[in-house]
């Protein structure tokens, strides 16, 4: 059984920029979701995509977008970087999007806005 | 409104002793689950037990353990026979029926002592 992998590890970016972040789901699995996570917090829900579709969103603004692709697997795009947006991004998958659904976390990637 | 709370920053453990650790939660809706993960200084989210509303039973895997208890809406972790490499951030988590987000509290450091 696959675990969730995500890419790059690390990412080094400036102001302003764009970055897009890459989730492939644990097999078998079909949701993906997207959180974020500030140095000595908790993760945060950014948005979760259910059969290529937006199923739920976050308090993030627009500029934080995402796909999901027919084999599941998912990207996360961020426009206009600010310096906040450094945190590790967490990608987890899930089989549905039921309550009583464990989600499985990749490793991260580690952004840092400059 | 906060949903998930950890109230203790951090926890110290002898290798070997038993160490709980606290989570309560906040909900109105009748189904939900409850997720422990712990996260090693690498970033990954490991997923260790799940205990849902409706279960009469706490759920227990391997060392870990949780003490649900409902009327309290506390679900607390026990790890018996603690070892070196428990070492890390544990997060309490919670999935609502009405919600598609998994929602994390600010988690627990701990530290185990050779």
């Known amino acids: 059984e696959t675990g969730v992998t995500q890419s790059p590890t690390h990412l080094i970016k400036t102001r302003g920029q764009q970055v897009t972040l890459r989730c492939s789901s644990q097999?078998?699995?079909?949701?993906v979701s997207w959180y974020q996570q500030a140095l000595g917090q908790g993760p945060q829900f950014i948005f979760q995509?259910?059969?290529?579709?937006e199923n739920g969103r976050g308090n993030f603004p627009p500029r934080f977008s995402g796909l999901q692709f027919p084999n599941y697997s998912s990207e996360l795009n961020v426009n206009a970087l600010e310096l906040d947006d450094s945190a590790l991004y967490l990608c987890?998958?899930?089989w549905g999007v039921g309550w009583n659904q464990p989600q499985h976390f990749g490793d991260g990637t580690r952004l840092s806005i400059l | 409104a906060q949903k998930i709370t950890q109230t203790q920053p951090g926890m110290f453990v002898q290798e070997k002793e038993a160490v709980t650790l606290d989570c309560t939660y906040d909900?109105?809706?009748?189904?939900?689950?409850l997720f422990w993960y712990k996260q090693p200084s690498s970033g990954e989210m490991i997923f260790l037990i799940y205990q849902g509303s409706y279960d009469q039973q706490n759920a227990t895997e391997g060392r870990y353990s949780l003490n649900f208890q409902k009327a309290r809406k506390s679900a607390n972790l026990v790890i018996s026979a603690s070892q070196l490499g428990d070492s890390a951030m544990y997060f309490c988590?919670?999935?609502?029926?009405?919600?598609?987000?998994?929602?994390f509290g600010a988690g627990t450091r701990l530290t185990v002592k050779p």
């Open positions: 988590a919670m999935r609502e029926i009405s919600g598609n987000d998994m929602r």
């Open positions: 909900t109105s809706d009748p189904s939900y689950g």
């Open positions: 097999s078998g699995h079909n949701t």
């Open positions: 995509y259910y059969r290529e579709e």
């Open positions: 987890a998958s899930s």
